[in-house]
């Protein structure tokens, strides 16, 4: 197999990380998968890597580290290197340089969010960051007015806010980040609010009160002497003329059928007398 040559490239272009390969690309339609078409895809890969690794550096001052962009670039690459056609006359950069970049645009949408948003507020935020980075001058570097953005992109003020919104969300604050304006050390943790364990007995009091209604009156009073009352079983069974044991299996019974109604969600029916 003839090793691939990688001659300089004309001097219309202005990089010179664009090696001459389109022989090799004609070469690389023609194989059909396997070991020689691999390794000649991987030569290309290879070659083609300094494109790839500077437009990812065009990225990097986005809160994305370098190595991981220029990871996503490669694949992008590979991805350029196997799907392109020399036979449809497009050139390899025109066809390989959206390819690189949509992958890295897809990236930074899909993965470096700490805050998912929709798409389409994805990009109305990119829509009012560029505009106020386009009408904020040296000589005036206040924040541009919601309605000098909306004007300058042609969105509504609604949505430029909605982006506004979003350009907060790339990046969330750490719970122990000082609340703004702040002097004592207050953080946003400090601002959350605890779990009130008195809500779980409310549920848990509404859940069984038509489970309760639907028990035997005997059963019902067992419960309301034992629970309500502190009585004790054998103190119950005076009461009520029965035996202690009777007692016991009577609050074991009851308070088996409530939990099983509670836990299946199963409807309170009213039962006759054990």
Not at 22 to 40: C, I, N, S, V, W
Not at 231 to 248: A, D, F, P
């Amino acid at each position: 197999m003839s090793a691939v040559r990688y001659r300089p490239q004309r001097a219309r272009h202005s990089h010179n990380d664009a090696p001459d390969t389109a022989e090799d690309f004609k070469r690389l339609a023609t194989l059909p998968h396997g070991p020689e078409r691999e390794e000649l895809s991987a030569r290309l890969v290879e070659a083609w890597l300094p494109m790839a690794r500077r437009l990812a550096a065009k990225y990097r001052n986005r809160g994305e580290n370098l190595e991981d962009l220029e990871q996503v670039a490669s694949l992008g690459l590979v991805k350029a290197v196997d799907r392109y056609d020399p036979a449809q006359g497009t050139p390899f950069v025109p066809y390989a340089v959206p390819t690189i970049t949509g992958e890295i645009r897809r990236h930074f949408r899909d993965h470096t969010w700490d805050v998912h948003v929709p798409r389409r507020v994805q990009e109305m935020r990119n829509k009012v960051r560029a505009a106020v980075r386009e009408l904020t001058t040296a000589a005036d570097d206040h924040m541009p007015s919601a309605e000098r953005i909306a004007e300058h992109t042609g969105l509504t003020q609604e949505e430029v806010a909605t982006g506004l919104e979003a350009m907060d969300s790339f990046r969330s604050l750490s719970l122990d980040a000082a609340t703004t304006g702040s002097d004592d050390g207050f953080s946003l943790a400090d601002t959350l609010g605890s779990k009130e364990a008195g809500f779980d007995t409310v549920v848990a009091r509404e859940a069984v009160k038509p489970c309760l209604r639907a028990l035997p009156e005997r059963e019902r009073k067992v419960l309301y002497l034992r629970y309500f009352r502190d009585m004790t079983q054998s103190r119950i069974g005076k009461e009520l003329g029965i035996s202690q044991m009777h007692v016991s299996r009577l609050l074991s019974k009851s308070c088996d059928r409530v939990r099983r109604q509670v836990e299946h969600g199963r409807p309170a029916t009213r039962t006759h007398p054990a």
